[in-house]
């Protein structure tokens, strides 16, 4: 039996125990960052949810406020499921959500501060006529869900989105409103992807081509783009697009189809759901929230008595690089965690080589690493050493295959005797089509002697420009949560780890390098992180 403490994490979100899922409404008001979530207030598994809310300075530090909203109306009697705040004109904070009743309706509905000039917003108080919205003709009653934070149209009326399905086709409906609260069906909806099941937590928002601020929900300018993401409820991840919005016919484009919605990036190759961004006006950025659930079995969440984290908040914007990619890197606050730190410069390894980084030890850290990119042209002259890469997937033979570029990387959470341990790592090889191609992967097969946990691999293709001659890596590491931010956060992979040996003081950081030729280290910074208390009010 493995203690209730052991995994939980230390700077992670997560309520005081029990379940937790999707965030909802995340807003910056009257000083203090706001977050809702999902949440099962009687126990580890999902069921009876309300909005739990919490409310911080700084994104780091929260204090637990009582349950915002609870279901107490047969439209959400059967739970009050995610949903979205939009900032009136006036600056008052709407909540507009989904109730589902206990004949399984999914209907949109509003929800006001009882108080405004509380900044805690501790009150919350239902509109008599709720539902203010039910499905449409066509879309079935349990397909219904997730409204969006609204923008403003041409016309100064509002917009929103609220995800669905026809068929296998997802969408995301259109719907227009002058007062927040009696909505308009559009004849078209936003977007729509064949084959890509019911769209979950739709998000839609701006942002800016240059510089890497954010942008308010409702900025609509010809010199911005778009992002539409939908968590897609067939394949449990969260999918998007970047593309333009045409104010006009109201309806989003993808820069590329074959990178439509649902088709193409993630925000993330490992576990994150039901995310949702909001416009930080305090420090003019985008942050994005994410659902991170757990990889071991519901009998050990009842167990442990909680099951679910939320992934560090992460500043998103655009690419301007690779101008097809979002950057995602954790918000800068994260930083205030950073205690004892150790450095290296120029650490060479050798093929087959492990050094440890040592003095960073703990379950909790934060690393920073950069590789030389592998000397590719003169092993590229030598025939024999032409690579199997186009084999090579991440989930085969994981951090243990051998290339001739890869697998090199980081152990983390690793134990003296290598009983534990998680492998994040890059793989350089050469495809069919003669280009280099760098994967990432995340190889959570030894990461815990636990019998009954999820080691799924995950791994994806990360781009690396011609003129970038190094690949970076930033790791969040908290105990059972491992983020990868890769190549300046063009992209994730989160994994969730159960060690029982490698834990605490127990718990080391390796370099590795499982290649055939030498990978050259051009600095890593380990730095141990503070944990944070969270505080009941
Ligand atoms: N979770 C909520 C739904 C949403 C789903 C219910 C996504 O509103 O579609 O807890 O994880």
Redesign the pocket.
Known sequence: EVASYLHRTSFHFQPEKNWM??PNGPMYYKGYYHFFY?YNPNGAV?GD?VWGHAVSTDLIHWLYLDIALVPDQWYDAY?V??GSVTLREDGVPIIIY?GASNAGEQTQNVAYPGDPSDPLLRRWVKDQENPILRSPPGINIKDF??PTTAWKDVDGNWLMTVGAKKQKTGLALLYKSVDLKHWELQENVLHSVESTGMW??VDFFPVAVQGHHGLETYTAAPTVKYVLKA?LDDTRHDHYALGSYNVMSKTFHPDDPTRDTGIGLRYDYGKF??SKSFFDPAQQRRILWGWVNESDSEVADIAKGWSSVQAIPRTVFYDDKTKNNLIQVPVEEVKELRGARVSERDVKLVPGGLVQVKGASGGQLDIEVVFDYPNITKLSLDGGQMDDGDHFDCSQGGAAHRGVFGPFGLLVLADENFQERTAVFFYVSYSKEGKWRTRFCSDQTRSSLLPDVDTTVYGSFVEVLPSEDFLSLRVLVDRSIVESFVQGGRMVITSRVYPTMATDQAAHLYLFNNATTSINVRNIDAWQMHSVPMHAI
Do not use: F, L, V
């Open positions: 899922n999707d999902q999902w949810i739970g499921w995610s989904t869900r997730d979950e937590c968590s759901y039901a």
